[in-house]
C-alpha cells in the first residue's frame, strides 16, 4: 500500500501543508489505496520538505513528482482527465499558488501576529515540555528568514494581503463557470487547487484574505463539491 509521508493534521484540516493536502486529495480522488504516516520529520527525507511517499520499495519526494509517479504507475486505474497532462493553463494555475499564493499564505500564518497566535499552538502545542517551548520560536525564525530570501517576507502586510487577493480572484476567473479547474469533472490540478483553497478558507485563521474569500461564492461551491466527493 502507499504510504504518504507527511506532517501530523491540525486545523481540523486533511492536512494544513497544502502540499501534503494535495497529494491526499490527489489519492481520494484517484481511488488509490493509502496510509498516512503523520509523524514524518522533513530533514529524514530526500529533499528535505515533505510531502513524500514510499510506493514499494521507491521513496519519491514533492507532491508535483508523487502526482506524476502516480499517473504513471496507475495509468490504468485512473479516469482520462484525473491521469491527462497538464495543460498550459493549469501548469500556470499551479505554478501561481505553489511558487506564490503559498508563500502570502505562509507569511499571514507564522510571521502576521494574529496568524501566529493560532499557528503556535495548532502546529506545537502537542510536544512535550522544554520542546513546546523552544522549537516555535525557532521555526518562526526560520520561516521570517526563508520568506526574506524569497522575497515576499519584504513586502508590508497589506502589499501581501493585496497580492493573496488577487491570486484569488484569478482563480475565480479561472474557474469561471465550470465545476472544477479540470472543466467538467477534477483534473490532477483540482488537488492543487482545493488543497490551497481548503487551507485558506478553513483554518482558524482570521485576516482579510480569508475574510474575503469566505464570500467568493464560486469558490466556496468549488470547494463544497470537491467536499462532497472526497471528504474533508
Ligand atoms: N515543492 C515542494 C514543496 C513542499 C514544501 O514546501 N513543504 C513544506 C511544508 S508546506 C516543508 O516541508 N517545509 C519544511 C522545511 O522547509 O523545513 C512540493 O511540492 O512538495
Same mark, same amino acid.
Given at each position: 500500500?502507499?504510504?504518504?509521508?507527511?506532517? @501530523?493534521?491540525?486545523?481540523?484540516?486533511?492536512?494544513?501543508?497544502?502540499?501534503?493536502? @494535495?497529494?491526499?486529495?490527489?489519492?481520494?480522488?484517484?481511488?488509490?489505496? /493509502?496510509?498516512?504516516?503523520?509523524?514524518?520529520?522533513?530533514?529524514? %527525507?530526500? @529533499? !528535505?520538505?515533505?510531502?513524500?511517499?514510499?510506493?514499494?520499495?521507491?521513496?519519491?519526494?514533492?507532491?508535483?513528482?508523487?502526482?506524476?509517479?502516480?499517473?504513471?504507475?496507475?495509468?490504468?486505474?485512473?479516469?482520462?482527465? +484525473?491521469?491527462?497532462? =497538464? *495543460? !498550459?493553463?493549469?501548469?500556470? %494555475?499551479?505554478?501561481?499558488?505553489?511558487?506564490?499564493? /503559498?508563500?502570502?499564505?505562509?507569511?499571514?500564518?507564522?510571521?502576521?501576529? *494574529?496568524?501566529?497566535?493560532? %499557528?503556535?499552538?495548532?502546529?506545537? !502545542?502537542?510536544?512535550?515540555?522544554?520542546?513546546?517551548?523552544?522549537?516555535?520560536? +525557532?521555526?518562526?525564525?526560520?520561516?521570517?528568514?526563508?520568506?526574506?530570501?524569497?522575497?515576499?517576507?519584504?513586502?508590508?502586510?497589506?502589499?501581501?494581503?493585496?497580492?493573496?487577493?488577487?491570486?484569488?480572484?484569478?482563480?475565480?476567473?479561472?474557474?469561471?463557470?465550470?465545476? /472544477?479547474?479540470?472543466?467538467? =469533472?477534477?483534473?490532477?490540478?483540482?488537488? %492543487?487547487?482545493?488543497?490551497?483553497?481548503?487551507?485558506?478558507?478553513?483554518?482558524?485563521?482570521?485576516?482579510?484574505?480569508?475574510? @474575503?474569500?469566505?464570500?467568493?461564492?464560486?469558490?466556496?461551491? /468549488?470547494?463544497?463539491?470537491?467536499?462532497?466527493?472526497?471528504?474533508?
Amino acid at each position: 500500500m502507499i504510504e504518504l509521508l507527511q506532517f @501530523k493534521p491540525a486545523f481540523g484540516l486533511m492536512n494544513a501543508s497544502p502540499f501534503c493536502m @494535495k497529494v491526499e486529495v490527489f489519492l481520494r480522488l484517484a481511488g488509490l489505496e /493509502y496510509r498516512c504516516i503523520n509523524d514524518a520529520l522533513p530533514m529524514r %527525507t530526500p @529533499k !528535505g520538505k515533505l510531502p513524500v511517499i514510499r510506493d514499494g520499495g521507491e521513496l519519491v519526494a514533492d507532491s508535483q513528482a508523487i502526482v506524476e509517479h502516480l499517473q504513471r504507475r496507475c495509468a490504468s486505474q485512473l479516469p482520462a482527465l +484525473l491521469r491527462a497532462p =497538464e *495543460t !498550459g493553463t493549469q501548469l500556470a %494555475t499551479r505554478r501561481m499558488l505553489e511558487e506564490h499564493t /503559498y508563500f502570502t499564505a505562509l507569511w499571514l500564518r507564522w510571521i502576521d501576529d *494574529t496568524g501566529w497566535q493560532a %499557528t503556535g499552538p495548532a502546529f506545537f !502545542g502537542h510536544l512535550p515540555w522544554p520542546l513546546r517551548s523552544v522549537l516555535p520560536a +525557532l521555526v518562526r525564525r526560520k520561516m521570517r528568514r526563508d520568506l526574506h530570501g524569497q522575497g515576499m517576507g519584504r513586502h508590508s502586510r497589506d502589499e501581501i494581503c493585496a497580492r493573496a487577493l488577487v491570486d484569488l480572484q484569478a482563480l475565480v476567473d479561472l474557474l469561471a463557470f465550470r465545476p /472544477y479547474f479540470g472543466g467538467d =469533472e477534477p483534473a490532477a490540478i483540482d488537488a %492543487t487547487t482545493y488543497a490551497f483553497l481548503a487551507n485558506l478558507l478553513w483554518a482558524p485563521i482570521d485576516n482579510p484574505v480569508r475574510a @474575503k474569500a469566505l464570500q467568493m461564492p464560486s469558490l466556496l461551491g /468549488y470547494c463544497q463539491r470537491m467536499e462532497a466527493r472526497i471528504g474533508r
